[in-house]
């Protein structure tokens, strides 16, 4: 007697067949998990309870039961494992169908235990991927914050650094400064030396800025040859100041193959009252055109309206 096919796939009911000596030869999945330990050294099993004797006298039904309860099968070596179920008379051989309980299926729960490491070894995967997926995508955010050329934030990432200081200075009334540059005459650079040598310099010139400003600060390229910024914490005296040490730290570098120094004009602006982001842009940048209208490479403060702009004239220094 053959298994059935369907049979043969079988985890929770043992099936095999028996000759008369009681040896199996044929089984399912379930019978070769359940009989794992018996076989552990490669060997067939053998019927052992109940013994052939007992089978021999066994009243067969109509169905063709012959025993029902406790049955034990052992293998060559010393190795044996305990079923309880039925065994039914096929023609010249046996038929044993057995539950498979979980106690009594060590290849299974050698299973579920290789399964149960294999699904930490995944989550853990999956966490570091999630973790390297997210670093890459607050890396990727943080280029849409910045610059490509001068590696300094840009227009998005300074506009919403505004928008959180000015509520900050609405709750606190901590001062606030903003400071803009545009280069003089950079135009002629691109025209007398290229475009390569033009970012060359716009590069030096961020790094210029960074060094100028303290790690609280934001310094921002506001557009083409223009920079910005901002200054939470620092006063107006404070806000010339560093404009002023940032157009003199440009003006005293001449760079190669240029034949001057760069320059640039300075437009310097204190949040007041009630001022939007759009009019502290504003008036920052009417103080650089004020600069760029008396001479270009200096500084301007911007005041309420433009009759007030001033032009930030250091005292000569006393011999």
Known sequence: MLIPSWAKELHAIAIAVLDEEGWVVESNQGFLSATAEARAEGV??????P???????????????????PIVLAGSSE???ALSGSIYRTGSGWLLAAEVGVSAY???NGVIERLGRELEDTERTLARRNQALQKALEEVEALKRQDTLTGLANRRSLDDRIAEEIGRWERYRRPLGLILMEMDDFGGVNENYGREVGDELLH????VITHSVRTTDLAARYGGLEFAMLLPETNEMGALIVAERLRMDLEGQIILPMTRPLTASFGVAMLLPGESRQELYARAGRAVGHSRKNGRNCVTMAGVISECDQVYRVAPQST
Not at 44 to 49: D, I
Not at 204 to 207: L, P
């Open 106 to 108: 060590p290849q299974l």
């Open 79 to 81: 190795g044996w494992v």
């Open 51 to 69: 013994d052939r004797a007992e089978l021999s006298r066994a009243k067969i039904g109509l169905d063709g039961k012959a025993y029902t309860g």
């Open 44 to 49: 067939g099993v053998r019927l052992t309870k």
């Open 204 to 207: 030096h010139v961020a790094t």
